[in-house]
């Protein structure tokens, strides 16, 4: 079991609390708002109304034990700040933070803050690529040139191994796992001998581009 804060309890900071916490995991929450501190009670292991932006407070939360601490505060990027500072100063060693534009991105990183969230424009990226992409079943971008997905076969890759594919030769793309439907289980960095079947997902590593290409062969 791992230990994780949430700041900040508008609706990206209650389902990442609440969706850590039915996880198995120990999960703080708190927000200046009484109301949303309340509603998200049944779902943490504690809940409690905070300034986070007064480091005083925050001093005795043991934070610095914590896996990780989210901060997913509304609209004052002074408050994101702010708190972001008094974490590093507290010790925290993961700090995720919600940032609401690319200038307060930018700030967030010269902080020196790595983990950087976009909820609304990661959202969207995803809605919209499974709508442009039919066969892509999920996705995790890596970069502005790397995807990771989640993909259907193709029928020309049905009945072929990885080896006649020649996936990393042919098309520049890295097949890391297979997930396989009949009967259920995933293939972590299958053999080159490994058949593909209709009923299988496949999940690879590649270039926007050659990912792209792959789509082309459906």
Known sequence: ??????????????????????????????DT?????????????????LDAAEKDALKPLGLKQMDAVIIATGTRIGTSILICLHLQEIGVKRIL????????????KRLGIEEIIHPERDMALRVSRSLSRPNIIDFVPLSEDFDLIQVGPPGDFIGKSLKELNLRARHNVHVIAVKELVPEKTVIVPSPDFIIKDSDILIMLGKNEDIQKIKALT
């Open 1 to 30: 079991m791992k230990r994780f804060a949430v700041i900040g309890l508008g609706n990206f900071g209650f389902y990442a609390a609440k969706s850590l916490f039915e996880d198995g995991h120990e999960v703080i929450a708190m």
């Open 33 to 49: 708002n009484k109301t949303r501190v309340q509603a998200v009670a049944p779902h943490v292991t504690e809940a409690m109304v």
């Open 97 to 108: 933070a919600k940032a609401l534009h690319e200038d307060h991105e930018k700030i967030l």
